[in-house]
């Protein structure tokens, strides 16, 4: 009986030797799978931050994209008016010269005046450019050449009125007692 009973107790004796082996084993176990899981969650934690600076950097390139495509759509929008403005006016600029004469021959009295009351000199002669400008341009006119009398005053004038873009009127004027034999007037006109 006492075999037994030491054989019982032997057992017993294993039996709790081979439970906390199977406890030590267990809690070991069980943190080696806790110390995982929480290399696990870190990995996890550190990994949603990526992906959060990752959609942060998406969203901040989709701005700039947004922002590049607003860019362009303008560029692209003044382009076509450009476009729609050059196909209506010439790229350069439109340059023409010209030049008016008076003579003794054409107004007589320019050779004998009769005092400051009579006609003297061209008024509102009308001059047409030879094409069309899209704009009215800018005239200028000086006296390019001058045949006067000696002995009497020189008194002599020029000035550009209505101009429009198919020409414009050009005055060439003397007054008084002032003896020309022939007058011109030269003119250019710039503009597109």
Sequence with gaps: MKKILLLILLLILCLVAAWGSYMLVINRIEQIVAREIGNARTELYQEKQKFKSLVGEIESYQALYQTAINDITAKVKLLDKVEIISQGMPLLMQVETGAESITKQQLPELAKPDGCSGKRGLNKQRIDFKTKFMEPPKVLSTISSVDF?????????????????????????TWCDTRISKVEASWIAVGY
């Design 149 to 173: 009398a000696k002995g009497v005053d020189h008194r002599i004038n020029t000035k550009v009125t209505n101009v429009t873009k198919v020409g414009f009127s050009l005055d060439l004027i």
